[in-house]
């Protein structure tokens, strides 16, 4: 370590000591944001280095977060998948109440990588390729589920989580059930309650209580007879064998 960064160190040691006060002033908020849930461990301090950790550790943790967000948006542009993943693991570490930065990370790793990574032609074997996008789908996965950890109140995080496993993992049983804690959840989009059902639907052996579930909206008036709600029904109605004069989803005949 060369003179100067040594009294970089020790002037970010000596701020943190002023700001002591402060942090104590501000320990009750904190711990309403679940902020001491953030444990910077050696493993962060390899990631991102001796000056970044001490800065993190003297109250510049956002602005640490933000620098490795920036750089993240850098490496993008290099379609550089590991570099982006290493800042974004760090960025959450440091700022885990932040949802948009586990939204992004998950979006980039599900959506952009695994594209990337199943179009790559420098890999001949499809098979290789296809476990590749796989992979990249879960590491996306474990944003959202570590997001939703740090941030059990957001229903955005649910709704994305809710769409991975639809879209992605085609896992319908599993999207319903977060689809439909996310509803739950204050401020969660109307939308939602339908989703879970639409999901349902698509699930062997509760196509019972799917059905039940789309009717209900389905009564609640002409504003809720969307097109697949209409098709979800009538595929239900047919697998249930619902006799002719109690379907409900029964095509519109041309005048």
Request: some cysteine; overall charge positive.
């Given at each position: 370590?060369?003179?100067?960064?040594?009294?970089?160190?020790?002037?970010?040691?000596?701020?943190?000591?002023?700001?002591?006060?402060?942090?104590?002033?501000?320990?009750?908020?904190?711990?309403?944001?679940?902020?001491?849930?953030?444990?910077?461990?050696?493993?962060?301090?390899?990631?991102?280095?001796?000056?970044?950790?001490?800065?993190?550790?003297?109250?510049?943790?956002?602005?640490?977060?933000?620098?490795?967000?920036?750089?993240?948006?850098?490496?993008?542009?290099?379609?550089?998948?590991?570099?982006?993943?290493?800042?974004?693991?760090?960025?959450?570490?440091?700022?885990?109440?932040?949802?948009?930065?586990?939204?992004?990370?998950?979006?980039?790793?599900?959506?952009?990588?695994?594209?990337?990574?199943?179009?790559?032609?420098?890999?001949?074997?499809?098979?290789?390729?296809?476990?590749?996008?796989?992979?990249?789908?879960?590491?996306?996965?474990?944003?959202?589920?570590?997001?939703?950890?740090?941030?059990?109140?957001?229903?955005?995080?649910?709704?994305?989580?809710?769409?991975?496993?639809?879209?992605?993992?085609?896992n319908h049983e599993e999207a319903a059930k977060v689809y439909l804690r996310g509803s739950l959840l204050p401020g969660a989009p109307v939308y939602l309650h339908r989703f879970?059902?639409?999901?349902?639907?698509?699930?062997?052996?509760?196509?019972?209580?799917?059905?039940?579930?789309?009717?209900?909206?389905?009564?609640?008036?002409?504003?809720?007879?969307?097109?697949?709600?209409?098709?979800?029904?009538?595929?239900?109605?047919?697998?249930?064998?619902?006799?002719?004069?109690?379907?409900?989803?029964?095509?519109?005949?041309?005048?």
């Open positions: 370590m060369n003179r100067r960064q040594m009294w970089a160190i020790l002037g970010l040691l000596v701020f943190g000591v002023v700001r002591l006060p402060l942090e104590l002033g501000l320990e009750k908020k904190a711990k309403a944001e679940r902020l001491h849930g953030v444990v910077l461990d050696l493993g962060v301090f390899d990631k991102i280095g001796q000056m970044g950790f001490v800065a993190a550790l003297s109250g510049f943790r956002a602005v640490v977060a933000d620098g490795f967000w920036i750089h993240a948006s850098m490496v993008w542009e290099r379609v550089d998948w590991a570099a982006m993943k290493l800042d974004f693991d760090i960025v959450t570490t440091l700022q885990p109440r932040c949802v948009m930065f586990w939204d992004t990370a998950a979006w980039h790793m599900y959506a952009n990588a695994s594209v990337a990574a199943f179009e790559d032609r420098k890999q001949p074997r499809a098979a290789l390729r296809l476990k590749a996008q796989r992979e990249y789908w879960k590491l996306g996965e474990d944003y959202l589920l570590h997001g939703i950890a740090n941030n059990p109140e957001n229903p955005g995080l649910y709704t994305s989580l809710g769409t991975l496993y639809r879209d992605r993992l085609q879970a059902a639409y999901e349902l639907a698509r699930c062997p052996g509760h196509e019972r209580e799917a059905y039940e579930k789309l009717l209900g909206f389905y009564r609640k008036g002409e504003s809720e007879h969307l097109p697949t709600l209409l098709r979800h029904l009538g595929e239900l109605e047919e697998k249930l064998n619902v006799p002719p004069g109690d379907k409900v989803a029964i095509p519109k005949k041309n005048p």
